[in-house]
């Protein structure tokens, strides 16, 4: 018999069926059991009302898995609506423990590092499991918004040969005696495929060695990367990111719906255009209101992103507010410096909820312009060689942003730690499961 899953019961009112899942819970009265059993769709109820039976369940352990085939009845106590009766159990594997969380609570109240040591168990937790398919929804619409708009998706190595920003940064490695490393970012290589394909976005991994601890750092996450060809300048850049933004909004509205009513988290309104501000503006802000001085600093603290974040909810009604302009100094050797202001750079930041959730920007296009700007931070070119052959041989205006999709589901969520949103978190202690 073709298995059904718990969140269509209700559709197979009055046939005979056959569902599969994990002992979630069981409740015993004096004349009938309850079996809560979960699958990936939610909750679903069986009712047992043979004493012998019912004997054999309370010896089940939490997270047995089982097949059930019975009868579908309406009932309006039940979850979604229906239950089964008369059921067929069999078992297809007992836990060799008892498990040491108890998923049935509607909540995991533990520490975060408990939490992730017991992450195989604890990711089965209807909430655990909820944060992640906001993740997959974000994906899916990441794509379908770029995919709509001409892009190409494409994979890059994630074993490079060079650092794409820093080398302090890059985590080393032995590749058949030579050095080698875990790619930073696919920077350099969607910059290329611009070259073929003109419009490019990839989902993947990317790696930074950083000694950061903080909640909003780890070691080993999702880019979510885009760059594409023939623009003005970085406010085309811009507004793909909006529409990519709003696109992944839109999908965890359709896909997630259940997920997000889960969570009791509102999705945020992605304005048709988002308002954006010059980093000395913002600068100037901050300091009016604050007293601090900032005139010297070329880049935003997270207080001060907080604090833009603030401001843009209540002067904008937006959750979401373009930082543009950032200092030359604080941007990588590839970014088109701004042709009014060249301390400037046409890049931005994209803050959400005041957070940084993107980073993008217009980049050089020119060879020459690259030589230039390599020898001006004292990197030879020779490092930079294949890098360098797409400009070598002719690429239009381009520019790109990478979406850190682990921040963004955490901001989502409202996770305090990023590490909630990222399924095994790799960090300055973390290396298991």
Known sequence: MQRVLVDELAHHVGEQITLAGWAHRQRRLSQVTFLILRDRSGLGQVVITDPAQADEVAGFAPETVLTITGDVVASA????????????????????????????????????????????????????RAVFHTSAASIAG????????????????????????SGANVFALDYFGRPAYLAQSPQFYKQTMVGVFERVY??????????????????????????????????DVMSVARDAVAGMVDEVHVRAAAAVSALEITLPLVPAEIPAIHFADAQHLIASATGERLDEEPDLAPAHERWLGEWALREHNSELLFV???????????????????????????????LELITGGQRLHR???????????GQAPADYASYL?????????????AIGLER?????????NIREATLFPRDLTRLAP
């Open 77 to 128: 106590q039940a979850p979604g609506g229906a239950e089964l009766h008369n059921p067929e159990i069999q078992v297809l594997a007992a836990p060799a423990e008892a498990p040491p969380i108890e998923l049935w609570r509607p909540s995991l109240s533990m520490q975060l590092p408990r939490l992730l040591d017991l992450a195989p168990v604890a990711l089965r937790h209807p909430r655990q």
């Open 142 to 165: 990441f794509r379908a918004a770029l995919d709509a708009r001409g892009f190409t998706e494409i994979q890059t190595p994630k074993i490079v040969a060079s650092a794409t920003e």
């Open 202 to 235: 990839e989902t993947g991994p990317v790696f930074r060695a950083e000694p950061h601890d903080t909640p909003r750092h780890i070691s080993e996450y999702v880019s979510l990367d885009a760059e594409l060809g023939f623009i003005t300048d970085h406010r």
């Open 324 to 354: 543009t302009g950032y200092p030359m100094v604080k941007r990588p050797f590839y970014t088109h410096p701004d042709p009014a202001r060249p301390e400037f750079s046409n890049s931005f930041d994209l803050l959400f909820r005041g």
């Open 367 to 377: 060879y020459d312009d690259y030589l230039a700007a390599l020898a001006a931070r």
């Open 389 to 401: 052959q797409a400009f070598k041989f002719g690429m239009p205006p381009h520019g790109g942003f």
């Open 408 to 416: 963004w589901v955490a901001r989502l969520t409202g996770a305090a």
